[in-house]
């Protein structure tokens, strides 16, 4: 009986090295591809989170600025074209525009500016200004520029920018004809 059992024993083998070296090549086959696309997947997906960020915020301050100038008396470019300033018509104490008088009290300006809001100081920041009410509309703006289009409207563009693991994102938006219903 002895013999037997020891002929059974030597019979089982167990994993040898070059067993688990074909197993572990095997799995690294297999392992390897799929985590380089979800790797893949996910820088994809944080760049397309970023561009859809940048495309809604600079749609967002576009609408901002815009609905302000459409409802403008008059308009003035200032630094260069990269400072707007709106003045809109008085309001009467009904709460209705009087389109004969501006109302040069309350001026509206738009600038790009640092974390502060200091006019004049270089930054990424959209900054609405009234009253002395600080407004901060958009961050990551790279460019903002303001030019006359015709007599009765004006072009603005807006460039937004976000930075994200590979790159950056951005956006530019053109409005070009805003009618000054006020004028």
Not at 170 to 175: C, D
Request: charged fraction near 20%; include cysteine.
């Amino acid at each position: 009986m002895l013999s037997r059992h020891v002929g059974i024993a030597k019979s089982q083998k167990g994993i040898t090295m070059v067993d688990m070296l074909v197993a572990v090549s095997i799995t690294a086959l297999i392992l390897v591809p799929t985590a380089s696309m979800l790797v893949g997947a996910l820088r994809c997906y944080d760049g397309e989170l970023a561009k859809i960020d940048t495309d809604t915020g600079a749609v967002l301050a576009m609408q901002r600025i815009v609905n302000d100038v459409r409802e403008a008396k008059s308009v003035s470019m200032l630094s260069d074209g990269h400072q707007l300033r709106i003045i809109k018509p008085m309001v009467t104490a009904d709460g209705y525009y009087d389109r004969s008088q501006p109302d040069t009290a309350h001026p509206i300006d738009y600038y790009l500016s640092g974390v502060s809001g200091t006019l004049g100081a270089a930054g990424s920041n959209l900054w609405r200004a009234q009253d002395g009410v600080l407004t901060l509309v958009k961050r990551g703006v790279n460019s903002l520029t303001f030019e006359y289009d015709t007599a009765r409207s004006i072009k603005i563009t807006v460039v937004a920018r976000q930075y994200v693991s590979r790159g950056h994102r951005e956006t530019e938006l053109t409005q070009r004809v805003v009618y000054l219903r006020n004028y």
